[in-house]
């Protein structure tokens, strides 16, 4: 087994996007510019916007914090978003979700004008995966890409088993690993027969949401196993939704929780950020 160290190819990107946004600074005279706005207390959003926040500071992107109350209505909501969408230092507009459940996300996130949607979850963005357009894609599936490509592992001809059917992750994950010439499966809560299916995988892409659910019994021997859950155990520890300690034994390559994909994703959003300023200005 060989652990797919994803805060080591992390760093590595972020180098290049600190030299990106310079080159961009030189060029515009003005910087990388990204609004992260989260609405609400939940625990965990907070922990990963301060990341993404940090993660700006790191490449030298500015970022636009806006951490608004839970009890936030959707009229200012949507106030906020037409206002970054107005505003020219403001390239990329993120908001974090799950959104608090009075809230309407899809109405909320469909004031992200397309060309400063950062996270790829418009309609347009998403239409444009499918053709296999230029466009923008989620970070978390992008990340996982760009894991596998600097790990030498070519999709093209591979069974890739994906669990997890979420709009943010399983169904681009799905959508790229097709567009990489990969079979693709797509397996899901109801699926029958969910051992076998993970059984056939030469890339197993866990993106599920429950600690541990992949065991080695659903492991073929050799695979690819690429961890995108971020769970608690018992004792309140990190984990994913593989059980790492005995899947390790039968995968060639797999992504280790914390230290996987975790860090890709906030290094896929920043260089989003940048291929978005870079369009906005050039234009
Ligand atoms: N919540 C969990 N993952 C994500 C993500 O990639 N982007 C946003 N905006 N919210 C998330």
């Known amino acids: 087994m060989k652990l797919i160290d994803g805060k080591v190819i992390s760093a590595q990107i972020r180098k290049e996007l600190g030299e990106r946004t310079k080159n961009f600074f030189e060029r515009y005279g003005k910087r990388v510019g990204l609004a992260v706005v989260l609405i609400g207390e ?73 060309e400063k949607d950062v996270d790829g979850f418009s309609a347009e963005n998403v239409g444009k995966l499918v053709l296999k357009e230029r466009g923008t894609v989620a970070c978390t599936p992008l990340g996982v890409m760009e894991l596998l490509k600097r790990s030498g592992v070519d999709p093209k001809g591979k069974r890739a088993v994906v669990v997890g059917r979420s709009n943010i992750v399983g169904k681009p994950m799905a959508m790229l690993l097709l567009n990489a010439d990969a079979t693709v499966t797509v397996c899901h809560s109801k699926t029958e027969n969910l051992k076998e299916e993970c059984r056939n995988a030469d890339i197993l892409v866990a993106a599920i949401g429950k600690p541990k659910f992949i065991g080695a019994d659903m492991i073929k021997e050799g695979a690819v196993v690429i961890d995108v859950g971020m769970n ?39 260089s989003n950020a940048c291929a978005l300023a870079e369009t906005a200005e050039e234009l």
């Open 42 to 114: 939940d625990p965990a959003s907070k922990v990963y916007v301060r990341n993404k926040i940090s993660g700006c500071e790191e490449v030298g992107i500015r970022s636009f914090a806006h951490f608004l109350p839970a009890n936030t209505t959707q009229e200012q909501a949507v106030e906020l978003i037409r206002a970054l969408a107005e505003d020219k230092n403001v390239h990329g507009i993120l908001v974090q979700l799950p959104l608090p459940h009075h809230l309407d996300a899809q109405k909320i996130l469909r004031e992200i004008p397309t």
């Open 232 to 270: 608690r155990d018992e004792q309140g520890k990190l984990c994913g939704d593989v059980d790492f300690d005995n899947v390790k034994e039968k995968a060639s390559l797999i992504t280790p929780v914390p230290g996987g994909v975790g860090p890709m994703t906030i290094s896929m959003l920043l």
